[in-house]
T-cell receptor, first 115, second 113 residues
Framework: GAVVSQHPSRVICKSGTSVKIECRSLDFQATTMFWYRQFPKQSLMLMATSNEGSKATYEQGVEKDKFLINHASLTLSTLTVTSAHPEDSSFYIC???????????FGPGTRLTVL | AQTVTQSQPEMSVQEAETVTLSCTYDTSESDYYLFWYKQPPSRQMILVIRQEAYKQQNATENRFSVNFQKAAKSFSLKISDSQLGDAAMYFCAYRSRGNQFYFGTGTSLTVIP
């Protein structure tokens, strides 16, 4: 099946710094990618929908100035957590929609720890 | 907004036995997809099975099958001949027309040898 990668898989940063997480579709083009966050022992919560070449659509309650999303190409979307705080520590998962197949695939996730 | 409810936070099953995980959802859409995903400790989301809402026939994938009751907005997962490798967190998910996924709170499945 199609592969979605995320980089880094794990990151630790200091409070106040910014962290960028990449989501790549390796063998297909993805006009739409999605970002989710998952707190320990909880479900995945949709944060935003990222469309190639346009602004992301954020879910209610998600701060767009804090979670910057860029989808500059058909295979790459990035999520930047700006001025990270300990409460931003979470597991971030992306998914990418394969337009030709009509299927959606999940990345392996990125564990963010903010000290 | 779509909501997905899993009322069983934890379930256990004896190896080789059958277990059913429950899921209900709420939506005003008529055309949608429903999924069951498995999340092992690695946290990678693994697709178990999916169901198109317009199909009346219940989906089946080897030992996994669903009982889809559209009018009742119910979508349960049956795992037959449970194996130790089935132990994981299972999430029921609704995919909207905009292709966003909305997940239930999950059911942690333990398989007892």
């Amino acid at each position: 099946g199609a592969v979605v990668s995320q980089h880094p898989s794990r990151v630790i940063c200091k409070s106040g710094t910014s962290v960028k997480i990449e989501c790549r579709s390796l063998d297909f083009q993805a006009t739409t990618m999605f970002w989710y966050r998952q707190f320990p022992k909880q479900s995945l919560m949709l944060m935003a929908t990222s469309n190639e070449g346009s602004k992301a659509t954020y879910e209610q309650g998600v701060e767009k100035d804090k979670f910057l999303i860029n989808h500059a190409s058909l295979t790459l979307s990035t999520l930047t957590v700006t001025s990270a705080h300990p409460e931003d520590s979470s597991f971030y998962i992306c998914s990418a929609r394969d337009l030709s197949a009509g299927e959606q695939f999940f990345g392996p996730g990125t564990r963010l720890t903010v000290l | 907004a779509q909501t997905v409810t899993q009322s069983q936070p934890e379930m256990s099953v004896q190896e080789a036995e059958t277990v059913t995980l429950s899921c209900t959802y709420d939506t005003s859409e008529s055309d949608y997809y429903l999924f069951w995903y498995k999340q092992p400790p690695s946290r990678q989301m693994i697709l178990v099975i999916r169901q198109e809402a317009y199909k009346q026939q219940n989906a089946t994938e080897n030992r996994f099958s669903v009982n889809f009751q559209k009018a009742a907005k119910s979508f349960s997962l049956k795992i037959s001949d449970s194996q130790l490798g089935d132990a994981a967190m299972y999430f029921c998910a609704y995919r909207s027309r905009g292709n966003q996924f909305y997940f239930g709170t999950g059911t942690s499945l333990t398989v007892i040898p």
